[in-house]
Each structure stands twice: as structure tokens, then as C-alpha cells.
T-cell receptor, first 113, second 115 residues
């Protein structure tokens, strides 16, 4: 049973600060990792993908991956109220056939103006 | 460049009725995935289809649920004899890459409410 765990929150961060979102996964064979942002009542939107250990930066977003610890995180710098959303961690296992990504339940992030 | 189109946006059914949810993938995408999202829950994989083929339906309930992706037209998720527990948001996603399942593009979802 593949599992992806996230703290559901809400995580409250003041505007301008760094928001740190964490995710752990159970399947050591996982190869690809994604962060999706989902506004209330809207569809998930891919914001970051990461495939190798280390950091990957894209604008204000940084994804961090540690396969040994089975841990992936998302940092949002200079947080804005518009970043308030639920952030979904998703994991893909290689050789796992065609089944879909395994998603965590999401972390609800609130940026306080 | 239209994205993934789902309709209807909201669907209300009484217990025992049938629900049909439609999904048109992005242009050029031939791989379609259906996910279900219950309140306060994550997205749960249901089924993966290519044109005229069901590739993986390991997430589909064994009864009452079926999916198709015909050669022409949208993908359809069909739920027969709906029960209150079927109330959820159903998201369709498409991909140009197939089995690697990367870079999914999601539709806006269909919110199914069963009375």
C-alpha cells in the first residue's frame, strides 16, 4: 500500500515569510515527485516537479527531495495572500505500471496579510 | 488552447439514479485519468484510459462504476444506482506522456451530489 503523508494544517504563515510544506512517502521505489496547488473549489494545478535528490528552484518556490529519508518538501519564499491554498504532494513509483499518482491529503496553507 | 474540459460542473442525482460525467482531454492528449476527491481527503486514483482501452482500473469500485474513452468523443465515467457515499468531486486529468503519468493537466471537476 503506497502512502503519502502530509500534515493537513491549517498552516498559518505571515505575509512575506517562508512557508514550509512537508511530505513523506512510503514506497522506496518512488522516482518522481510533484507539488500541486488547489484553490478551494478548483482543480489541482502543477507547480513543481522534482526527480533527484537536492533542491530545485522555480521563482519563489523551492522543492527539496531526500530519497534516503523518503521526504519531499516545498518552500514558498516571500509568501503572498494569493498563495493561500491547499498544497498536494503527489508521488509516482517507477515500474508501477500505469496506475495513477498517489496523492497526499494536502496541507491547507493560510498566508496572513 | 482549451484545457481539459469536464461537464457538467455540478450534478445532482437521487439515490438509485445514474450519473454520467464527461471529460474531453487537452488537444493532443490521448491519456485520460479519473480521480475522486472526498471532502478533506486527497485525490484517489480511479482509472487510466487511452483511446478505446482501459489501461488500469485498479482504483475503480468493483460494482456500479465504469469508464470508457471511445475513439471519438469524450471520456465518460458512469456511476449506476448512485448512493450518498458517491457524493464527491470527480476530476479528470490528461497527459501527452502516457504511462509515465507526469505533468497531469486537470479539468475543473464535476461535483456530484447524491440526495
Amino acid at each position: 500500500q503506497k502512502e503519502v503523508e502530509q500534515n493537513s494544517g491549517p498552516l498559518s504563515v505571515p505575509e512575506g515569510a517562508i512557508a514550509s510544506l512537508n511530505c513523506t512517502y512510503s514506497d522506496r521505489g518512488s522516482q518522481s515527485f510533484f507539488w500541486y496547488r488547489q484553490y478551494s473549489g478548483k482543480s489541482p494545478e502543477l507547480i513543481m516537479s522534482i526527480y533527484s535528490n537536492g533542491d530545485k528552484e522555480d521563482g519563489r518556490f523551492t522543492a527539496q527531495l531526500n530519497k534516503a529519508s523518503q521526504y519531499v518538501s516545498l518552500l514558498i519564499r516571500d509568501s503572498q495572500p494569493s498563495d493561500s491554498a491547499t498544497y498536494l504532494c503527489a508521488v509516482l513509483t517507477s515500474g508501477g505500471g500505469a496506475d495513477g499518482l498517489t496523492f497526499g491529503k494536502g496541507t491547507h496553507l493560510i498566508i496572513q496579510p | 488552447n482549451a484545457g481539459v474540459m469536464q461537464n457538467p460542473r455540478h450534478l445532482v442525482r437521487r439515490r438509485g439514479q445514474e450519473a454520467r460525467l464527461r471529460c474531453s482531454p487537452m488537444k493532443g492528449h490521448s491519456h485520460v485519468y479519473w480521480y475522486r476527491q472526498l471532502p478533506e481527503e486527497g485525490l484517489k486514483f480511479m482509472v487510466y484510459l487511452q483511446k478505446e482501452n482501459i489501461i488500469d482500473e485498479s482504483g475503480m469500485p468493483k460494482e456500479r462504476f465504469s469508464a470508457e474513452f471511445p475513439k471519438e468523443g469524450p471520456s465518460i465515467l458512469r456511476i449506476q444506482q448512485v448512493v450518498r457515499g458517491d457524493s464527491a468531486a470527480y476530476f479528470c486529468a490528461s497527459s501527452p506522456y502516457g504511462a509515465t503519468n507526469e505533468k497531469l493537466f486537470f479539468g475543473s471537476g464535476t461535483q456530484l451530489s447524491v440526495l
